[in-house]
């Protein structure tokens, strides 16, 4: 028995040995292949990149060079762009890039997006996204079929400079089960006019649309925002609610504290935190009293913001050094007394 058991080892041994070889081979192979398919791009961005500079940054035609010859050195132009688009915000070499793209790349994404696979058309429409390439009609006819969630993004960011006059439709019908990470890298990539047309359509977004929608009006901190966001203050939903002071907080304006008063008890610690923050930018004088009910407020992550939004003020220390000795509020007294300890910080 120990014989036959040692014999049958030694086979289950060299079967996998024999495995690994050939594991091996494959991955050499394939490695080889590679390498292959990639020295055309290599060569290719060896030859032109110095040619490509000289034509980004000078008045000159495209030199013949330029022009790519097969797949590989499509690629090599793609990277070459991708660079320049990520690096360089200078509109004259947006101009040639969408110019080159238009002429020599357009019939090769056109054939992309014909393609059975999809790892292909999204390639296809990520390109033509990128390079702004002329294509409405052919990627219309994507309308009816059963498109993914990530080739409806990419035509929206298409139809985001190829169909404006529809875009809120194509938004509306193409947005279905986005999640809020992805509506916010399509409005992050779409222009003030679009941002200001979808103000008039947001309650007809899903939630997850609004919400990221109002993060990245907070993000872009222009006042020109402030009416729609402060018309969202008075939305039913709470979420809503929040996102918005959140929003009014990054831009730093509080034109009427008037609108903002109900925060300051409002049954939700969220927004009574939102309006510790938002106070900070009014002057302490006009703020003094509802600061008072923050700093008594139930929550600690309510009472150490507003300590530590009225410590950041010029007069802020003094206050606070009035507000311990005022206060019957021990939790709020340490609190204050935590920031004086601390100088501010």
Not at 128 to 149: D, H, M, R, V, Y
Not at 167 to 191: A, C, M, P, Q
Not at 226 to 244: A, C, K, P, V, Y
């Amino acid at each position: 028995m120990m014989y036959l058991s040692i014999e049958l080892l030694i086979r289950i041994i060299v079967v996998l040995v024999v495995l690994l070889i050939c594991f091996g081979i494959y991955v050499a192979i394939n490695g080889l292949r590679e390498n292959y398919r990639n020295k055309g791009k290599t060569t290719y961005l060896d030859a032109e990149q110095e040619n490509w500079y000289t034509y980004f940054s000078s008045a000159g035609e495209i030199s013949e060079s330029l022009i790519p010859k097969t797949t590989r050195e499509i690629q090599g132009v793609e990277e070459i762009f991708i660079s320049y688009l990520k690096n360089v915000s200078d509109p004259t070499i947006k101009e040639k890039i969408n110019q080159f793209s238009n002429k020599y790349l357009r019939e090769h994404y056109l054939t992309l997006l014909r393609s059975k696979k999809w790892s292909i058309r999204i390639n296809g429409l990520k390109r033509i996204a990128n390079f702004e390439i002329e294509c409405l009609e052919e990627c219309q006819k994507f309308k009816g079929k059963n498109t993914s969630k990530e080739e409806n993004f990419q035509l929206l960011k298409i139809f985001s400079f190829l169909n404006r006059e529809n875009f809120e439709d194509e938004l509306l019908n193409r947005s279905t089960g986005f999640s809020e990470y992805e509506f916010k890298k399509l409005f992050v990539s779409i222009d003030e006019e679009l941002l200001g047309r979808i103000i008039t359509n947001i309650e007809d977004l899903p939630k997850a649309g609004q919400y990221a929608f109002i993060d990245i009006l907070g993000s872009k901190r222009d006042m020109k925002y402030l009416d729609f966001l402060e018309s969202q203050l008075l939305n039913e939903h709470q979420e809503i609610r929040i996102r918005t002071l959140k929003a009014i907080h990054s831009i730093g304006v509080v034109r009427e504290l008037e609108k903002y008063i109900d925060f300051v008890k409002s049954p939700f610690w969220e927004e009574r935190l939102m309006m510790a923050k938002l106070l900070g930018n009014l002057p302490l004088n006009e703020t003094a009293s509802h600061f008072r009910v923050l700093l008594e407020d139930e929550s600690w992550w309510v009472r150490s913001q507003a300590a530590k939004t009225i410590g950041k003020d010029k007069d802020g220390l003094d206050y606070l050094k009035n507000f311990s000795k005022t206060t019957g509020d021990k939790y709020a007294m340490e609190m204050a007394n935590e920031i004086l300890l601390n100088g501010g910080n």
